[in-house]
């Protein structure tokens, strides 16, 4: 959960933290092997970790500078780590759910944090089953981060369709394109992120909901997007592990480039023009239900319209963004591409309705994640 | 204008099987048997589960006896079908997966647009209507209880058991309910046309089908002249129902009264709001809580006195001051339904044995 390896980064670096499922190769169930996978894990750079549940591991890229590098980095790190978890006898899958596994046969990973967690926040935290794909944006002044913060909302509902990947949930289908979704907004402290006039508004609110009990740290804010505790990168936490490395590295240049315009916008120092809380939640919300298969909410525009168009005005807003960081081709052709096949949960439900079987779609899952 | 302050009050109860001791879907069959008793009762979302509702009360003693009457009128129509009514928020042994959606065009309408969200919802919530004539002066009022609510939430807990298991919560279904995506603390309005924009622009980006399905803790009622709270579970006791009442109409004029003095609206941060009212739902009184206008930690049983020192005026002009802090330090003596279902499995383990206490204390009056 930190932020990634290396001190300031640049603006507009990179950093990516995916959280994988460990999934039994015979069952496909989830199953607790952390502890080997992580023992197994030779990983050359970036870094591996252990997170919530016994069933899940994640991985953090070194800081990069390019889309070409996240790749490279996504490629080795899954590479690597499926290597670990051979020789631990398990798989390793990115999906935002795991489609049938129960949460109460999961094990919390017996570390002082997580087992202090799962004593605060108890029923929560055991169906706190998801995988999430967090991406860290070099912003190196602080002010700036949390004026830039405020703006990204507006993005999030378009990313969250995009990479929508948790449709099924204890062996159901959720009706949801990213139930992951519905369960991460469940942390008192999750949810979209509020404004902040300066730095200072940030920590006494920090401040307040420590001295309040409300969190033990500030590792415990879970918003959609935030300041990372080391303050040199404005963190995006609010999309589902995509399955495939081209749809990662299609959510990465994405949230590079929104970072970037909003980032534009705040030093520009125009009044940002917010829309209302209850209408970005409501566009957050229609994005994890139905993913880019019905209407979505354009929140520029403060209107519902088809999600192919909803998404193409925003890759038009974005493009100039994108051209610069010379990421228009790959990005704009993933999007479309994305737009074409379906995103993750799509794929998932026509493995399902092939094969007839979850544990058909989790092993159309574990050929994802490992192809390159 | 002078508010009349009446009260109204909604409660969902879960029909159980005498047997099991399980969930019921025979919502259909009892309000076809309560159709002849005089008293309000309908479907909601579940088939396991029937709403019945006041009629407007202008006091307590009223709202006791009408919920005194609707329990026993609802439990005769259940006995009739071999089936026992409960008052809580949960369930402690219904597993979603089992349950069924009413199927009327409304609730499957609901199953559609909310997939899993819906099917989650075996949840048993408690609504109170309190008279308010003029709309602009209740969402003055709204704005000023927002900050408010979470000692409400925690003497109301009455949800620790979820799917079989202690959840660690006292009122989960706070977290089931706050799901929704128009859930939670109601945003603070400056004027009743601005909270009419934001509802049409609800409607308009098809973020909502209609106004009913806003669920804020507190709101306007879409259908009625009041301020209508939705925070609380169900209570088991018809005791803490009438508190909650006496509180919630107390709590409206207390506000009111600063709205129309033009005070302030205390600025609150969300992020805090949020908070408090998780601590409430996952605590109780049983910890300490957050105290929103003072901004710490301090425990439960000050905030619910300082609450009540807050409300004592408006409680007194209310003719309710007596009845309703008696029933709160007896909540506070006695624990919450939560803390009560949770001494009953301890003492025997079994969950059947927590459903018998809810259903138990449902009918004793």
């Not at chain 1, 030779?42 to 890229?61: C, D, F, K, M, R």
């Not at chain 1, 169906?127 to 004026?147: K, S």
């Not at chain 2, 307590?60 to 259940?78: D, I, M």
């Amino acid at each position: 959960m930190g932020a990634p390896e290396g001190n300031r980064a640049r603006d507009f670096s990179l950093g990516v933290e995916e959280e994988y499922q460990i999934v039994d190769p015979q069952t496909f169930a989830l199953t607790q092997r952390a502890e080997p996978v992580l023992s197994n894990a030779e990983i050359s750079a970036g870094g591996i970790h252990p997170e919530l549940n016994l069933s899940q591991v994640e991985i953090s890229t070194a800081v990069c500078n390019t889309l070409a590098e996240v790749r490279a980095e996504l490629t080795r790190s899954r590479k690597e780590l499926s290597t670990a978890a051979e020789a631990a006898g398990v798989q390793i899958a990115a999906a935002g759910t795991h489609p049938f596994s129960h949460w109460s046969d999961q094990t919390v990973t017996p570390t002082t944090r997580y087992l202090a967690m799962e004593r605060d926040y108890a029923q929560l935290v055991r169906e706190h089953i998801v995988f999430g794909f967090h991406v860290h944006v070099g912003i190196g002044d602080a002010e700036v981060a949390l004026q830039t913060m405020e703006r990204v909302a507006v993005w999030l509902p378009f990313l969250i369709a995009l990479a929508a990947n948790s449709p099924y949930w204890l062996g159901r289908d959720t009706g949801f394109a990213s139930y992951r979704t519905d369960m991460c907004d469940r942390w008192p402290t999750g949810g979209l992120p509020e404004s902040f006039r300066s730095r200072d508004d940030y920590e006494r609110l920090v401040k307040s909901l420590i001295a309040t009990g409300s969190i033990k740290d500030e590792a415990e804010i879970y918003w959609d997007v935030r300041p990372s505790a080391r303050w040199d990168t404005l963190e995006f936490r609010v999309t589902d592990v995509c399955s495939s490395i081209d749809e990662a590295v299609m959510v990465t240049g994405l949230i590079r480039a929104s970072a970037q315009i909003c980032h534009e916008q705040a030093f520009s120092d125009a009044p940002p023009d917010l829309p209302r809380p209850e209408l970005a939640r409501a566009a957050k919300w229609r994005a994890a239900r139905f993913g880019i298969n019905d209407t979505l909410i354009d929140l520029h525009e403060t209107a519902a319209g088809p999600a192919a168009e909803v998404i193409e005005n925003h890759l038009a807003r974005l493009r100039p963004y994108l051209e610069a960081n010379d990421d228009w081709d790959e990005v704009a052709d993933l999007v479309r591409a994305t737009l074409r096949r379906g995103t993750g949960a799509d794929r998932q439900r026509r493995t399902f309705r092939r094969t007839g079987r979850l544990e058909g779609v989790v092993e159309a899952i574990v050929t994802e994640t490992l192809s390159e | 204008m002078q508010q009349s302050f009446t009260v109204g009050v909604e409660e969902e109860y879960q029909i159980i099987d005498p047997g099991t001791r399980s969930l019921k879907q025979r919502a259909e069959a009892i309000l076809s048997r309560a159709e002849s008793s005089p008293v309000n009762v309908e479907a909601e979302l579940q088939l396991s589960q029937v709403e019945i509702g006041t009629p407007v009360c202008d006091d307590l003693a009223q709202v006791r006896a009408e919920l005194v009457r609707s329990r026993r009128a609802v439990g005769a129509a259940a006995a009739e079908e071999g089936m026992l009514i409960g008052a809580a928020g949960s369930h402690p042994l219904a597993d979603p997966a089992d349950q069924a959606i009413t199927p009327t065009e409304r609730y499957l309408g609901m199953a559609e647009d909310y997939g899993q969200l819906a099917r989650e919802q075996i949840v048993f919530g408690y609504h109170v209507h309190i008279g308010m004539d003029d709309r602009e002066a209740a969402v003055q009022t709204m704005n000023r209880v927002r900050g408010w609510l979470s000692p409400m939430l925690a003497l109301g807990g009455s949800s620790p058991f979820w799917m079989g298991r202690d959840t660690g919560y006292s009122s989960y279904r706070t977290d089931v309910w706050g799901r929704w995506p128009m859930a939670g603390s109601p945003e603070v309005f400056g004027s009743c046309s601005e909270y009419e924009e934001v509802i049409d622009l609800l409607v308009t980006t098809e973020s909502i089908a209609e106004e009913t399905r806003i669920y804020w803790d507190v709101r306007p009622s879409s259908r009625f002249d009041t301020l209508e709270y939705r925070v609380t579970d169900v209570c088991m006791s018809v005791d803490e129902a009438v508190m909650m009442a006496g509180l919630a109409r107390a709590l409206t004029r207390r506000c009111y009264e600063q709205a129309i003095r033009d005070e302030p609206v205390p600025v609150v941060r969300p992020e805090l709001l949020r908070a408090a009212k998780w601590r409430a739902a996952r605590y109780g009184l049983n910890a300490t809580l957050v105290d929103v206008h003072g901004q710490r930690s301090r425990p439960a049983h000050e905030v619910i006195d300082d609450w009540l020192g807050f409300l004592r005026p408006s409680l007194e002009d209310n003719g309710d001051w007596a009845e309703t802090s008696a029933l709160v330090h007896q909540t506070t003596e006695r624990g919450t339904g939560a803390a009560r279902q949770r001494d009953a499995f301890g003492r025997s383990r079994r969950l059947e044995d927590v459903v018998d206490l809810i259903v138990a204390e449902t009918g004793a009056a």
